[in-house]
């Protein structure tokens, strides 16, 4: 029988982030060639893990339609080159679809069932708007399960603010311009870079390459965030400056047991400690991480006082501001997104979730001092999603592993 195992993060990647829509770099771009991407670029920085050692991939999309459809992790690992013995399959949580294909398959690998694993997700909301040609069942209205606009994110952030009336409008614009302002300060030290792979993308004026992600606007100010329009309700408080972009992109990472790392002579950047999903009412969707993070932290018998970084998924600023303030944070504590987040970036739903962790794995190196990471993200239909990482650098493990 397989023993247990340690579920280690080996690498991760992204493509650059593009605006949806056909003003975006990637209109004219497969969805699955932007997984395809991630995938071969991912491989290329691991040249000791032979192809054939990978055991499955994992690959989540939130609207499984066209080019973003058909299986996406079978399709995807074909199109990038693994053999065809390597096993496929496609994921569906929404915004956490990414952050599932990583549990999922690291359960996979600590129950002794896999040595190494890729897990990633994509989004093209520019092809494949949220929800296009879905059918909920009428039920959901006719017994009164669900508002008819929990479906819809801004309303669903809106309602925060209607609950919590300490999640102020310049609290949440305040948080906004500072993710920019923050992105902005870790293109410029260097950070961002190393982990994203270049796309070749066709425009009207010819071919180019997309090289950094495309939304961001460091400019903002707090007078310019409130002069903008307020789309889900009159004299409203979400608006296009503290909530994320509608984005296209994809991501990608390798998983291994670390008997399997230390085999095939792959780094670690992580350990992955304990996980949580939880499920809140439709209508309040952006509360999801908060008993999420509660789960994962009880199952890894740690506080949140445990935690030394957390890259948490800005859908929206009031929500992460929602979270915080459950756990008595402060809105600028530097633990929080250092490197900005999804309001600068962008949020290409089922890609995110490996998006936070590459961030975390990043500021596990340059911390050694930090034992605990949580990546974490409120998830469409009222759920939540959370990790807790192990930082193989701290202290505990000498001069890391």
């Not at 990414?98 to 694993?117: E, K, L, P, R, S």
């Not at 071919?207 to 939304?215: I, N, Y």
């Not at 929500?319 to 459950?326: E, G, I, K, M, N």
């Amino acid at each position: 029988m397989a023993e247990r195992a340690d579920v280690v993060f080996v690498d991760g990647v992204r493509t650059p982030f593009g605006r949806a829509g056909d003003k975006g770099m990637y209109w004219n771009t497969r969805a699955d060639d932007l997984a395809v991407k991630a995938i071969t670029g991912l491989l290329e920085r691991n040249p000791s893990l032979p192809k054939d050692r990978v055991d499955d991939v994992a690959i989540a999309a939130t609207t499984q339609q066209g080019d973003q459809g058909l299986t996406l992790g079978r399709t995807a690992a074909i199109l990038a080159g693994l053999p065809m013995t390597v096993p496929g399959f496609a994921i569906d949580r929404m915004c956490a679809g990414a952050m599932t294909a990583v549990t999922t398959t690291g359960a996979g690998i600590g129950f002794g069932q896999y040595d190494v694993v890729i897990a990633g997700g994509v989004e093209h909301m520019g092809r494949h708007p949220m929800g296009l040609d879905a059918d909920p069942n009428p039920r959901f209205l006719t017994e009164k399960l669900v508002a008819a606009d929990a479906l819809n994110m801004g309303n669903t952030a809106e309602r925060l603010h209607d609950r919590f009336p300490a999640l102020t409008k310049e609290r949440a614009d305040r948080f906004g311009m500072r993710s920019q302002q923050k992105v902005q300060a870790a293109y410029e030290a260097g950070h961002i870079q190393p982990d994203l792979v270049s796309v070749a993308i066709r425009t009207d004026t010819g071919w180019g390459l997309a090289t950094e992600d495309e939304g961001r606007r460091p400019e903002t100010t707090m007078e310019g965030l409130a002069a903008l329009k307020t789309p889900f309700r009159p004299h409203g408080r979400v608006s296009a400056g503290n909530a994320s972009p509608l984005t296209d992109g994809a991501t990608a990472a390798i998983l291994a047991s670390s008997d399997a790392a230390k085999e095939l002579g792959l780094s670690v950047k992580m350990r992955m400690v304990s996980f949580g999903f939880a499920g809140v009412e439709p209508e309040v969707m952006g509360i999801g991480p908060i008993p999420s993070t509660e789960k994962a932290l009880k199952r890894a018998g740690l506080t949140i006082d445990d935690i030394g970084l957390f890259e948490l998924n800005e859908a929206f600023a009031v929500q992460v501001l929602s979270l915080l303030d459950h756990f008595g944070i402060d809105d600028d504590d530097p633990r929080v997104n250092p490197w900005g987040g999804a309001i600068a970036i962008g949020h290409p739903l089922a890609a995110s979730g490996v998006r936070l962790m590459i961030q975390l794995a990043r500021q596990f190196e340059l911390h050694p001092e930090v034992r605990y990471g949580l990546t974490a993200m409120c998830v469409g239909l009222g759920q939540g999603g959370s990790v807790i990482w192990e930082n193989p650098h701290h202290k505990r493990y000498g001069k890391g592993r």
